[in-house]
T-cell receptor, first 112, second 112 residues
Framework: NAGVTQTPKFRVLKTGQSMTLLCAQD?????MYWYRQDPGMGLRLIHY???????AKGEVPDGYNVSRLKKQNFLLGLESAAPSQTSVYFC???????????FGSGTRLTVV | GENVEQHPSTLSVQEGDSAVIKCTYS??????FPWYKQELGKGPQLIID?????GEKKDQRIAVTLNKTAKHFSLHITETQPEDSAVYFC???????????FGTGTKLQVIP
């Protein structure tokens, strides 16, 4: 049982490039979330999904897009990367009747 | 929206001593308060949580307390061990699919 798997683990992008971060969970969780973690700012919610085919904006959605075509996968896209998007990105999932999140191990993204 | 403040940002204790981390929240509708531990290079992991209808909860060496009136909640770790060294995050939520708002984290160092 892998839990929540994020790929890639590390990536360096040039300003203006695009990329997609993949989150996959094998726990049949309904809810999935993308957070970014920056020093001194904790974790801030980018986008989330309450079920297959649905997405919603979080606290800091600008510059990101998401898709949840399959229940087990939640994709985070950067259309035109900016240095301000340098961060560690965490995906999390949660079951409807459960309590806390299960987090992935993170993707460290650097935009130069 | 919800705002969670966490103090201190860093905490050093001698092995065997107790550690206390304090948080405040702003939205009286929040009813679920989890605590996460993040070890270096890993995603946050839920260690304990408390709901608004409970004032205190214990799990071995860790305990959480909640004061709804003052909108304060705290994490207490007794008999600290070197493996307790990590970053700890408090959080608040209205439960269900509702987003979890995190504090800015406390880096705990347990000195052997």
């Amino acid at each position: 049982n892998a839990g929540v798997t994020q790929t890639p683990k590390f990536r360096v992008l040039k300003t203006g490039q695009s990329m997609t971060l993949l989150c996959a969970q094998d726990m049949n969780h309904e809810y999935m979330y993308w957070y970014r973690q920056d020093p001194g700012m904790g974790l801030r919610l980018i986008h989330y999904s309450v079920g297959e085919g649905t997405t919603a904006k979080g606290e800091v959605p600008d510059g990101y897009n998401v898709s949840r075509l399959k229940k087990q996968n939640f994709l985070l896209g950067l259309e035109s990367a900016a240095p301000s998007q340098t961060s560690v990105y965490f995906c999390a999932s949660k079951t409807t009747g459960g309590n806390g999140y299960t987090f992935g191990s993170g993707t460290r993204l650097t935009v130069v | 929206g919800e705002n969670v403040e966490q103090h201190p940002s860093t905490l050093s204790v001698q092995e065997g001593d107790s550690a206390v981390i304090k948080c405040t929240y702003s939205d009286s509708a929040s009813n679920y308060f989890p605590w996460y531990k993040q070890e270096l290079g890993k995603g946050p992991q839920l260690i304990i949580d408390i709901r608004s209808n409970v004032g205190e909860k214990k799990d071995q060496r860790i305990a959480v307390t909640l004061n709804k009136t003052a909108k304060h909640f705290s994490l207490h770790i007794t008999e600290t061990q070197p493996e307790d060294s990590a970053v700890y995050f408090c959080a608040a939520s209205m439960g269900g699919y509702q987003k979890v708002t995190f504090g800015t984290g406390t880096k705990l160092q347990v000195i052997p």
